[in-house]
């Protein structure tokens, strides 16, 4: 590879394996018979974790190891982070020391300890004696060091401050305000390693039942071929406009966003192939990793497979996936519609070639990929109506009928394959570059889509669980896998079946280590991030986090929304995004709810946990130690920081949009019809698109600067028109709290009233305001409606008095905080009814007429200097 015009070297194909592997499944590779074991050991993993998602787990499995599958999943975790990652960069990588074989074998028995002693801990109540909180802080040391392997040092030296706190809480040298009573080591090490509140928490089992099986079908649908034909359909559709490599680098990494969890793996598995095309038509080498970056990266707020984050807010919120997805998708999808925006304004700005000698038809190409997308949805929609046909017809046999029907199809679209060349990965490098044509290689993977629908099924339709639904997928996968090469030889006649055969089943091999490898740090971030979530339930240190942060921010919602933000950037630089969600979260989601609501402003929960996840991948682009910025300047030759800045810069629409999607939840398609989801998607497109344009100073032609501030105004109004009617006309009326029960009565059942109470705080007693937003209920009479809601009120003294709700009503949770039995009263201070609004979108108008006249402006600007429009 040629030298960079900056003096650094772009590494070697070898050389970027060998950094995606350090990364995300360790540099050490033995020869010999150890390889061997370890990769058995692997395989081994991945069969269990197989396994215990099929729905056949309670039959082919012992009851006592699918209860302790946690500490069975920990245990191959510490066991392969031992073998697989060397302690230091002077460690053999082809050979395993003493010490590690060690290490790797207590580490397993350890992370079994609750499996093999579970009679003796059941019978102690969880409680340890004197040989469990020994075994447990061997067991939390060896944890914390395969983390520092694995996941570098920032994870473990977190985890390692959270650890002491809570046994030196009580010490003078920490600050008076987090101080605590402290912890003794038994005490500690029972809730940190012998009940499911530490490092066998939530996030541990949803590492378990979910994320295992989606990061294992990701590496097989690989090691099948899919990555391969997902980057050469998206060169084939874009490849030829002006920016094309970049433009396929975009929408070539959302779909391998599919594949790989990973932003490094993306990075490098799609930039060696578009890096070098982008630097040929005119990107610097920072630009050029900054591409990739940005669309690598963002692979893991892609749906339907999102990052690990995604499956722990449905244990975290209480949502199901398919609410997460729906949730997400709109953010999504706009988010990389930007990112091609922006590398085209780029490439306009730049007047940059284009690749290859095929005739330019953007039309075509729009409608071309919106038409593939649009069946692709189809066909994951309309797969319901034969299967409810089949199973209404034949229920018993309806599994049978339907895995037949799906090898069928597998089997047709197989034939069509085999008509066609196998596609073969591009030299980017070459003298001249044919890009691929659509219509010559499309029928080459049609069958890599079927696992993808078939997972898309069960998820949306069937709505199964997610384990359940990667099982299905991935069971499809093992038999394309084991089957596509030798059938592809039958049907064209060749006799290299067995040969064929055996390639198949190498790859299925592989495809079982990769997916075990790769979820080395994933179970480790997890167990590692529990002994946090356990210092926050077993210290309460949350509560003081809350108030500390709600001092700082001075009670403003977006001062805190920012501060969340930086938290989440800061420990990003040393954490993966699935233990910053998990840290950041459980720190900071339920505290922006609580000011939310005090600040007038019902916040859902799920906003709030995307809000975090976002800026939580953005960690893995921001300087100094953006992960993913350093791997594409590995690939470009460019300078890393350079890069991460550039990159940031271009991830600014992903960190405009949590922000966005806070104050109107529309964004994320909460509570909307069809209708008026459809309306958001077009004037959310619409306003990131003009957003792009006002930051990245050109539209149609160079922006002035007052042209770029109108276009950022006018994307303000197009996501938020929701503030500008409320300032208009308020979207509530606000009478007085004694006209609460009457208001309630005159309501229609359905309709939203907002109630604000006051009072003291049962900590710190001071007093405090809450806003509730109530859904008003069918009963007889207002008394009945606000009795049902939960609330006691009584007038005494000229106000509107509470007693304590009573528990189990729909708002006793909200109202816990409150102290009912102080010398303050909590009383109701204010109640608010809807107001009859305009519809928000007529605000729409004179955003979209100031939007005609900027192009207007600059149309006529760009005729008169001669430039293209």
Known sequence: M?????????????????????????????????????????????????????????????????????????????????????????????????????????????????????????????????????????????????????????????????????????????????????????????????????????????????????????????????????????????????????????????????????????????????????????????????????????????????????????????????????????????????????????????????????????????????????????????????AQAITAWAPSMAGLILGLAVVAIYLALLWVAAKVPDLEPDDPNAEVVELPEIPKIYKAGLHYLLPIIVLVYFLMIEQKSPGLSAFWATALLFVILLTQKPLKAMFRGQSDVANSFMSGLKDLWQGLIDGARNMIGIALATATAGVIVGTVTLTGVGQVMADLVEFLSGGNLVLMLIMVGILSLILGMGLPTTANYIVVSSLMAGVVVELGAQSGLIVPLIAVHLFVFYFGIMADVTPPVGLASFAAAAVSGGDAIKTGFVAFFYSLRTVALPFVFIFNTDMLLIDVTWMQGILVAISATIAVLVFTAGTMGYFLTHSRIYESV?????????????????????????????????????????????VVVSGPDFVSGATKDLSLELTVGDEADGAARIDAMGFLPFEEDGLVKLEEPMFGTPISENLQGFDFYGDEPVRIVAVKVPAHQPPKELVFIPGLLLLGLIAFVQRARASREGEPA
């Open 2 to 386: 040629a030298s960079d015009k900056s003096g650094n070297r772009p590494l070697s194909e070898e050389e970027l394996q060998d950094l995606v592997t350090s990364s995300d499944a360790g540099a050490r590779d033995p020869v010999g018979n150890v390889g061997l074991f370890l990769a058995i050991v692997a395989v081994i993993w991945s069969v269990f974790q197989l396994i215990l998602a099929s729905p056949m787990s309670n039959l082919i499995l012992p009851g006592s190891i699918v209860n302790n599958s946690r500490q069975v999943h920990l245990a191959f975790a510490l066991f392969l982070a031992f073998a697989a990652y060397p302690a230091l960069k002077s460690s053999p990588r082809d050979r395993i020391p003493v010490q590690d074989w060690i290490m790797a074998v207590v580490g397993a028995l350890i992370a079994l300890y609750g499996y093999i002693f579970y009679d003796k801990l059941v019978n102690s109540g969880g409680l340890a004696d004197d040989t469990d909180k020994w075994v447990a802080l061997v067991g939390l040391i060896l944890l914390f060091e395969a983390a520092r392997r694995a996941l570098g040092p920032a994870m473990a030296i977190i985890a390692t401050i959270f650890l002491l706190y809570v046994f030196f809480g009580a010490s003078e040298w920490v600050p008076e305000v987090i101080r605590w009573k402290g912890a003794s080591l038994k005490k500690a090490m029972s809730h940190m390693w012998l009940t499911s509140e530490g490092v066998f928490g939530i996030a541990l089992g949803v590492s378990t039942k979910f994320v295992f099986l989606f990061v294992l079908f990701g590496a097989l649908l690989d090691k099948a071929g899919a990555g391969n034909y997902f980057i050469k359909m998206a060169f084939g559709a874009l490849g030829h406009l002006r920016g094309g490599p970049a433009k396929a680098a975009v929408v070539g990494s959302a779909a391998t966003g599919l594949i790989s969890g990973s932003s490094i793996a993306n990075v490098v598995t799609t930039g060696t192939f578009t890096i070098p095309l982008m630097k040929r038509v005119g990107f610097t080498s920072e630009q050029a990793g900054s591409v990739e970056v940005a669309s690598s990266v963002n692979g893991q707020i892609m749906p339907p497979v999102m990052g690990a984050a995604a499956f722990l807010m449905v244990e975290y919120v209480g949502v199901s996936y398919v609410e997460v997805i729906t949730h997400a998708f709109l953010p999504a999808a706009i988010s990389y519609i930007a990112l091609v925006y922006i590398v085209h304004l780029e490439a306009v700005k730049r007047n940059m070639p284009t690749l290859g000698n095929r005739e330019v038809h953007l039309a075509r190409t729009i409608v071309g990929m919106l038409s593939f997308f649009a069946v692709f949805a189809g066909l994951c929609y309309a797969t319901q109506f034969p």
């Open 710 to 754: 109108a276009l950022i105004l006018v994307a303000f109004i197009l996501f938020r028109p929701d503030y500008v009617m409320n300032r208009i006309v308020p979207p509530f009326e606000q009478i007085e709290p004694a006209q609460f029960a009457e208001a309630a009565g005159e309501a229609d059942p359905g309709d939203i009233l907002r």
